[in-house]
C-alpha cells in the first residue's frame, strides 16, 4: 500500500469528486469572534531541537484562538494529470474540528468543496447528468481501511488542523527566527506514512503558521496561510440542491 504524498494526492482527489472529505463535527454558518492575541513563550534559540509535540500544541492552541482564517495549497513533482491546488476559507472551532469551504483543482478540473457538520458537499461542474442535483453530500466519517487515508487527504482538501496532525511524531529544529517569526525545519513525522517526509514550516508571532512545505518521495505541497482572525462563514447548500452519495 502506497503511504506517500502521493497516495494521498490520488485519493483525495477522488474523495473531493466522490463527495467524502474531512470530519467536522458542528454546524457550519457561524462567524468567529473578532481576532485574540495569543499569548506564547519565547521561542526556543536558533539551532535548538525540539519534539514537535509542544508545537504542535501551540500551534492548535493559536489556530483555535484566531477562530478562522484562508489558505492557498499548491502541489509539485506530480504529473499534470494528477496535479493538486486548492484556495479555502476556514473555521476553526476546537483542536480537532475545523469547517471547510472553497474550490479543489485536480487535474485542471475544479470542484466547489463544503465540509461541515460531519458531512462533506461537492459541487461537480458541468455537464452534468440531466435532472441531476448540483451538489453531492457524503458522510465524512468513512470507516474502515479508507479512515487512515482520509486522514492523509485532510490537508489536500484545506483542512488547517491537518497541518497539526502533520507534525505527529517528529522532531523540529529551528533554521532561524526574528521579529517573532520562527522558521522550523521538521523531521521524523510519521502522520501521512513512511519516515521520509519532511516539513519546513514558518509561524508568526502568536504562533500561527503562514507558510509550510510538506515534501516526501519526490513530491511536495506548498502551503501559505494569511488573513488569520477574518470572519469567515461556511455555508453548507440548500438541502433541494444536494443528493446522497450512495453507501457501499
Known amino acids: 500500500m502506497r503511504t ?69 495549497l499548491t502541489s509539485h513533482g506530480l504529473p499534470s494529470a494528477t496535479s493538486l491546488s486548492n484556495d479555502v476559507a476556514f473555521t476553526v472551532v476546537d ?15 475544479q470542484v466547489e468543496i463544503v465540509m461541515a457538520g460531519g458531512m462533506s458537499y461537492t459541487k461537480l461542474p458541468p455537464p ?63 502522520a501521512l506514512g513512511g519516515s521520509d517526509l519532511k516539513v519546513d514550516l514558518t509561524t508568526g508571532a502568536q504562533d500561527l503558521p503562514s507558510h509550510c512545505t510538506l515534501q516526501q518521495s519526490g513530491v511536495s505541497m506548498e502551503i501559505d496561510f494569511r488573513d488569520w482572525g477574518t470572519p469567515v462563514t461556511v455555508t453548507v447548500p440548500p438541502a433541494d440542491q444536494v443528493s446522497t452519495l450512495p453507501k457501499g
Open 128 to 190: 452534468r447528468p440531466a435532472g441531476s442535483k448540483p451538489w453531492v453530500m457524503g458522510d465524512a466519517n468513512i470507516a474502515g481501511a479508507l479512515s487512515v487515508a482520509t486522514k492523509r487527504a485532510r490537508i489536500i482538501t484545506g483542512d488547517p488542523l491537518a497541518l497539526v496532525d502533520s507534525l505527529e511524531g517528529g522532531m523540529a529544529k529551528v533554521v532561524d527566527s526574528g521579529g517573532g517569526r520562527v522558521h522550523y525545519s521538521v523531521t521524523g513525522a510519521k
Open 95 to 109: 483542536g480537532k474540528t475545523s469547517n471547510v469551504q472553497g474550490t479543489l483543482t485536480t487535474g485542471g478540473r
Open 4 to 72: 506517500t504524498l502521493a497516495a494521498a494526492v490520488t485519493l483525495s482527489g477522488a474523495l473531493a469528486l466522490a463527495g467524502c472529505g474531512s470530519a467536522a463535527t458542528t454546524p457550519a454558518g457561524s462567524t468567529p469572534p473578532a481576532p485574540v492575541v495569543v499569548a506564547t513563550s519565547a521561542p526556543p534559540s536558533v539551532g535548538a531541537t525540539l519534539p514537535t509535540t509542544g508545537l504542535a500544541a501551540r500551534i492548535s492552541a493559536a489556530m483555535v484562538k484566531a477562530g478562522s482564517g484562508r489558505s492557498t
